[in-house]
């Protein structure tokens, strides 16, 4: 039996998704997400748990979005309770990709406060595009329990998710603001402080921070905010 041309370029793109070659990888990623498939949809989502490579795992996402909806979405919400760190990482990146609102009920408060860094960030992200209207006050109280964790970039993913949410995370900001912890009280300040001026620089916006928590501290009965400096 004479196999199919369109048959012949499935099994090659297929293969080169397996392949050493990075760029092999990020070519067969395009012609995949091109020329979408059913047949495509698991080994792309096997791909991005182990793929090493930001600018294929990027590629095998799009390719993802390409599909549809129905068959992609029960697969990645699987992914997001994977053990495999990068699994759960690039399953909540696609789902924000998407946007589709059925996986809201997937953002679990566990994945929001991930132990890992890189797949609380991916939560937090998914989390504002999915978030459904009525849940975002509960949202941004949660984000702010992360206030103060980790180093610049980790802080600035969620300053930014916070911003996103716009005004309704406003009195969870004003809260951490009064925390013991001087890094929890430094961050909520500069995420206030970007959610007045987004156009404002992170940088210069946690520096002069830290310096008003270190010099004010959190005394008891009054509530710091940016005007305290």
């Known amino acids: 039996m004479t196999m199919m041309r369109g048959d012949t370029d499935a099994i090659r793109a297929l293969q080169g998704l397996a392949d050493s070659r990075s760029s092999v990888r990020l070519r067969a ?4 997400g091109t020329a979408p498939d059913p047949c495509f949809v698991d080994k792309l989502i096997e791909r991005c748990a182990i793929e090493p490579e930001f600018f294929v795992r990027d590629m095998l996402t799009w390719a993802l979005t390409r599909h549809p909806v ?7 919400l699987r992914e997001v309770r994977s053990e495999r760190v990068q699994a759960r990482s690039q ?3 696609t789902l924000s990709k998407i946007g589709d609102r059925q ?4 953002i679990t408060r566990a994945l929001l406060s991930d132990a890992d860094d890189e797949v609380a960030r991916s939560a937090w992200r998914a989390a504002v ?3 459904p209207e009525g ?6 109280t949660g ?3 992360q206030l103060g964790r980790g180093e610049r970039e980790t802080q600035l993913s969620l300053s930014q998710a916070l911003v996103a949410l716009g005004e309704v995370a406003g009195p969870a900001l004003h809260a951490a603001t009064t925390a013991e912890d001087p890094r929890v009280r430094a961050h909520a300040l500069a995420t206030q402080r970007l959610l007045r001026d987004p156009d404002a620089g992170f940088e210069l916006a946690i520096e002069e921070a830290k310096r ?15 005007v305290d400096r």
Do not use: D, F
């Open 129 to 131: 595009v999915l978030v």
């Open 103 to 106: 996986a809201w009920p997937a």
């Open 143 to 145: 984000l702010a329990t």
């Open 70 to 76: 129905s068959l992609t979405l029960p697969k990645l």
């Open 91 to 93: 399953a909540l990146h």
């Open 29 to 32: 990623a395009l012609a995949v």
């Open 135 to 140: 849940e975002a006050l509960t949202l941004a």
């Open 212 to 226: 008003v928590a270190a010099l004010t501290g959190a005394p008891k009965g009054r509530r710091l905010t940016c």
